[in-house]
């Protein structure tokens, strides 16, 4: 349905790590040891293998790609570009990104996300879009999450609104060793999202350009 497990564990650190990238270009490749987004199961059988490219352009405008491999030789495909700054204390991010599907009949879901941190704590708003087919009206949804981080380990907390429903808790580690970037979550869904909870893992590795 959407997009990274490793964006997902990382996602405490995700803005402060935008507003403070040095300008250049970078490419990410790895696995994840289930297919899991916003506490919601992506429906993948066994691992899933990853990877991106992302371009900071040093003035807080960032732009990337990213993909994962699905059942059946399928793919998802993300893109997404944004701007992050800061004022004073606070840090913010505002951007797009776009979730697209190489399987035939699959929908597509565009967002705009809307993030501000301040220290270790920040809160995710997003406004999306689900694409249907077959003359059936589209789906809007929002999305809320309040993150809190501490030299790696996270904990957050997201629910759905609007034409979508659900909320979950999900608890995490994050950490790099020898160059590569690896962690492990505890997602626990409620009921309308998920039937149960799980232990996902991911490693992955960075290359600068």
Not at 123 to 144: A, H, I, Q, W
């Amino acid at each position: 349905m959407m997009k990274s497990t490793t964006k997902t564990l990382i996602a405490a650190s995700l803005l402060s790590a935008s507003v403070m990238a040095e300008a250049g270009l970078s490419a990410n490749i790895g696995a994840m040891s289930d297919y899991y987004f916003r506490g919601t199961d992506q429906g993948v059988s066994g691992a899933s293998m990853m990877g991106g490219l992302d371009y900071d352009a040093g003035n807080g405008i960032s732009v990337g790609t990213w993909a994962a491999s699905l059942n059946n030789g399928e793919q998802e495909i993300d893109v997404y570009g944004g701007y992050a700054g800061e004022v004073e204390d606070f840090s913010y991010y505002v951007g797009y990104a776009g979730y697209l599907y190489t399987e035939d009949g699959a929908t597509d879901f565009h967002e705009i996300n809307f993030n501000v941190g301040y220290g270790p704590v920040s809160l995710e708003y997003t406004v999306g879009t689900e694409d249907t087919s077959g003359g059936t009206p589209e789906l809007d949804y929002t999305f809320l999450a309040l993150t809190g981080e501490y030299e790696g380990a996270y904990l957050t907390y997201g629910s759905f609104g609007d034409d979508y429903d659900g909320d979950y808790w999900e608890i995490g580690y994050g950490t790099t060793y020898e160059g590569l970037d690896m962690g492990v979550a505890y997602i626990d869904p409620d009921s309308t999202i998920g039937s149960k909870d799980t232990i996902n893992f991911y490693i992955s590795k960075t290359f600068d350009f």
